[in-house]
Nanobody, 124 residues
Framework: EVQLQASGGGLVQTGGSLRLSCATS????????IGWFRQAPGKEREEVAC????????YYPASAKGRFTISRDDAKNTAWLQMNNLKPEDTAVYYC?????????????????WGQGTQVTVSS
């Protein structure tokens, strides 16, 4: 059974930091790219970071670049999202996801497996 368990969310003040974890099992983690997505109420799901499987190359949209860092440890089947200098607009449910594709990594439908989400709330 494939499982992705996202954790580490919480309530922080503007400018604070959180580190999200994505613990996985049931698939060949080192063959999969990992993405972190978020979805705020009334908004579409958007990607905030992804990391490739082959070379661990990372990708960030403009909203996350310089503040968020994605990493992975294939030996632990786990990925992380370090979020610094958080802003109220970062408030959302954050999801980790996995795909065996090497293209279209910004697109949610590319990802085959999804975790349950963890709530991040940034107060002003």
């Amino acid at each position: 059974e494939v499982q992705l368990q996202a954790s580490g969310g919480g309530l922080v003040q503007t400018g604070g930091s959180l580190r999200l974890s994505c613990a996985t099992s049931g698939f060949a983690f080192d063959d999969y790219a990992i993405g972190w997505f978020r979805q705020a109420p009334g908004k579409e799901r958007e990607e905030v970071a992804c990391i490739a499987s082959s070379d661990a190359k990372t990708y960030y949209p403009a909203s996350a670049k310089g503040r968020f860092t994605i990493s992975r440890d294939d030996a632990k089947n786990t990925a992380w999202l370090q979020m610094n200098n958080l802003k109220p607009e970062d408030t959302a449910v954050y999801y980790c996801a996995a795909t065996d594709s090497s293209t279209s990594l910004y697109t949610p439908r590319t990802y085959q497996y999804w975790g349950q989400g963890t709530q991040v709330t940034v107060s002003s």
